[in-house]
Each structure stands twice: as C-alpha cells, then as structure tokens.
C-alpha cells in the first residue's frame, strides 16, 4: 500500500519568514495530492491540492509543488502569520480511490510573532 | 464544500461500554468516511460508508468492533463497541466534496475511555 513520509514533524519559524514541509510518496499509481490545515480542537480543513498532471500550484501565501520522478511534494507558505500556527498534514491518493487518502504523520508549525 | 457536525463532540467512557458517534452533512453526499486520530498522530481510515450497503473496513479494523449505519445521503452513525483505554482518540467523519478527490472533515468527536 501507499506509505507517506512527512518532515519535518516540528517547524518553528518567525513570523513573516517562510516555511516549507515536505512530504514522500511510495506508490506511483497516487496522482492526488491535498494538503490540511488542523488547529487545536477542529477537524482537517483543505487548503490546496495539486494532481500529478500538474507541477506547481499557488494560492496566494501558499504554494505546493509535486515531483513525480522523485515521489515528493512539498508545502510552501511565505509571509508566516500567527494564524498559520497547527498541525499541516499532507496525502496521497489514487483519483479513483475517493477518500481513500494516506496521511502523513503531520507537521506542527508553530509562527512566533 | 460541505458542512459536517459531529455528536458528541467530546466523551468520558467506561471500559467495557459503548459510545455511538454521529455525523450530520448539509447536503446529500454518496461517501462518507470515518477516520481515527490517535493522540499527536495522523489520521486512519476506519472505514468508507455507502447508502443503501454495507460498510467497506481497512485493514485492522472489524464491523463488530466498529458498526457503522448509513441510512440516507446526510447522515451516519459509527459506533466503538466494548470500549478499551486503547480507543481513546478523536473520531473524525468526511465526506467528499463536489469534486471526487476533495475531501472535507467533521469537527471531531475526542473520545477518552477510563
């Protein structure tokens, strides 16, 4: 099955630097890849996706970009705010397989003002 | 996206009992998910619910452990029978969105078994 790696597990930054987690895939068959926001006490809320179809993809602070050859997808957010502070979580999945995502093991981010 | 409201949001449970969690969506959605949050850990697929069949369990998770109900399109219900302190996590439902990829979560309900 597919297993996901996520790094690193804590980010502390300073606000209004930038912040980066990656993230590793091991099935080649995964062609979705969405990123979750979790605050403290709530569920995982999407904040962006990319498809293997494409490389990069951008949302204002927040960017994510995918690199099928090396099964790696990383999470970029600029200008940190306190705001962004929780746990980001990243997964994989097969686009025939709704809900059927592997999570990794999430990254908490922690931006001091 | 959808709205999802989770019941209880929170419990205290026995050993040994049983706690039925329910999850309500705004709208009508054909898969609904349960995932499991162990403390300070990731999420895992419990299993995926369909109206009108039965539930589909990963691997390491069981029906009588687990039953979970799906009687219509807004609605389900995930039950964690004969409780050990091991069941202590957050129980999160999802649903698809619109597009079949995106995914969107329950609050969560935080279950803790003494």
């Known amino acids: 099955g597919e297993n996901v790696e996520q790094h690193p597990s804590t980010l502390s930054v300073q606000e209004g630097d930038s912040a980066v987690i990656k993230c590793t895939y091991s099935?080649?068959?995964?062609?979705?890849f969405p990123w979750y926001k979790q605050e403290l006490g709530k569920g995982p809320q999407l904040i962006i996706d990319i498809r293997s179809n494409v490389g990069e993809k951008k949302d204002q602070r927040i960017a994510v970009t995918l690199n099928k050859t090396a099964k790696h997808f990383s999470l970029h957010i600029t200008e940190t705010q306190p705001e962004d502070s929780a746990v980001y979580f990243c997964?994989?999945?097969?686009?025939?397989?709704?809900?059927?995502?592997?999570f990794g093991d999430g990254t908490t981010l922690t931006v001091k003002p | 996206s959808a709205v999802i409201s989770q019941k209880p949001s929170r419990d205290i449970c026995q050993r040994g009992t049983s706690l039925t969690i329910q999850c309500q969506v705004d709208?009508?959605?054909?898969?609904m998910f349960w995932y499991r949050q162990q403390p300070g850990q990731s999420l895992t697929l419990i299993a995926t619910a369909n109206q009108g069949s039965e539930a589909t369990y990963e691997s390491g998770f069981v029906i009588d452990k687990f039953p979970i109900s799906r009687p219509n399109l807004t609605f389900s219900t995930l039950t964690v029978s004969n409780m050990s302190p091991e069941d202590s996590s957050i129980y999160l439902c999802s649903v698809d969105g619109q597009d079949i990829n995106e995914q969107y979560f329950g609050p969560g309900t935080r279950l803790t078994v003494t």
């Open positions: 099935d080649s068959a995964s062609n979705y």
């Open positions: 997964a994989a999945s097969i686009e025939t397989n709704a809900g059927k995502s592997t």
């Open positions: 709208s009508q959605v054909t898969m």
